[in-house]
């Protein structure tokens, strides 16, 4: 079982940047598949990015690619979401999903990760 929390939102102005890390509890961290979901107010949940347990292999949304960048740091059980140029529409709640010994394979359903974190806020203003 892994417990994960999320840190870095903020309010941003559109074309700037933000950080969010995912940290998890657990020795076994690196046999987790990581990935990114938020949602807006009124609008389903949905897949930002996600990265293999080995960190060789990531996936991104269509909307974020170029912009996000997923990696992780398995040694201090963490994840990040990079994102660059950030957009109006990009504002959401980021949350941070794992699943054990999962792997991964397009397109990505939030309904594979059994676990989840609470959520960051991320507000960009126009």
């Known amino acids: 079982q892994v417990q994960l929390v999320e840190s870095g939102g903020g309010s941003v102005q559109a074309g700037g940047s933000l950080r969010l890390s995912c940290a998890g509890s657990?020795?076994?961290?690196?046999?987790?598949?990581m990935a990114w979901f938020r949602q807006a107010p009124g609008k389903e949940r949905s897949f930002v990015a996600a990265?293999?347990?080995?960190?060789?292999?990531?996936y991104y949304a269509d909307s974020v690619k170029g912009r996000f960048s997923i990696s992780r740091d398995s040694a201090n059980n963490a994840t990040y979401l990079k994102m660059n140029s950030l957009k109006p529409e990009d504002t959401a709640v980021y949350c941070c999903?794992?699943?054990?010994?999962?792997?991964?394979?397009?397109?990505?359903?939030?309904?594979?990760?059994?676990?989840w974190g609470q959520g960051t806020q991320v507000t960009v203003s126009s």
């Open positions: 657990g020795r076994t961290f690196n046999l987790y598949a």
């Open positions: 999903a794992a699943q054990r010994g999962l792997v991964l394979r397009p397109p990505i359903d939030r309904r594979v990760f059994r676990y």
């Open positions: 990265i293999s347990r080995s960190g060789g292999n990531t």
